[in-house]
């Protein structure tokens, strides 16, 4: 499955490329930012991998400029009460503090808040990152609790707040490439997916891709 829109592309992740993020998420400069900081073993990753190639759940590959630069996921996702957790990590330092990372987010929250029918995202962040907290502000979500026995807050993010609070952030990178291209692989669990992403197609109107959203 792949999403292009904001002139980056999300791919989702596959069994091939789970080394590739593991390295990525063994590496110093993104385990001291996750709550479990010990090494992945390739086992342990193969195993993960297991648990979350499933409808429930989406990790994609952020690709930019045919370069993969990191991992974000909508997880956890429950279709029935329309929730869902979301994550994010770029490991290319050259795309730090770019608005790449936020292209990608807006990409994906987009998809899955106007296509997927999901109304309420959460995010974890630990207490010391500073940046994905003032990140998940501009996004509109807001802190709730603390969480992981008081090391990290979770965010919220209701569907509302996002089109309003993202309203600029969407229109700036919209003029980055305004096309939103959505490509399924055509194998049954594909199709499955499509259907529960696609779930909301007949109530959204072109023009409300097109940023019109409120």
């Not at 996750?34 to 499933?54: D, Y």
């Not at 309420?120 to 992981?148: C, D, M, P, S, W």
């Not at 807050?153 to 919209?174: H, Q, T, V």
Request: aromatic fraction near 12%; include cysteine; proline fraction near 2%.
């Amino acid at each position: 499955m792949k999403i292009y829109r904001y002139g980056v592309l999300l791919e989702r992740l596959k069994r091939e490329q789970i080394e590739m993020v593991r390295t990525w998420r063994n590496d110093p400069k993104i385990s001291r930012h996750m709550f479990h900081r010990g090494i992945i073993t390739p086992s342990m990753q193969a195993e993960w991998f297991e648990s979350i190639n499933n409808k429930e759940n989406f990790f994609f590959l952020i690709s930019y400029s045919r370069k993969y630069v990191g991992l974000i996921n909508m997880s956890s996702i429950d279709w029935a009460e329309h929730t869902a957790y979301s994550g994010l990590f770029i490991y290319e330092d050259e795309y730090l503090g770019t608005d790449v990372p936020v292209r990608a987010s807006l990409a994906m929250l987009d998809v899955f808040f106007l296509l997927g029918g999901i109304k309420k995202v959460f995010a974890k962040v630990r207490g010391k990152n500073r940046v994905a907290h003032r990140y998940n502000t501009q996004l509109g979500f807001v802190k709730k609790r603390k969480i992981e026995l008081g090391q990290g807050f979770e965010y919220e993010l209701e569907r509302s707040d996002y089109f309003m609070m993202a309203d600029k952030l969407r229109r700036l990178a919209a003029l980055k490439d305004e096309r939103t291209i959505f490509e399924f692989d055509c194998n049954d669990e594909e199709m499955e997916l499509k259907k529960l992403l696609l779930a909301n197609v007949p109530q959204i109107s072109v023009e409300m891709l097109k940023l019109e959203v409120r």
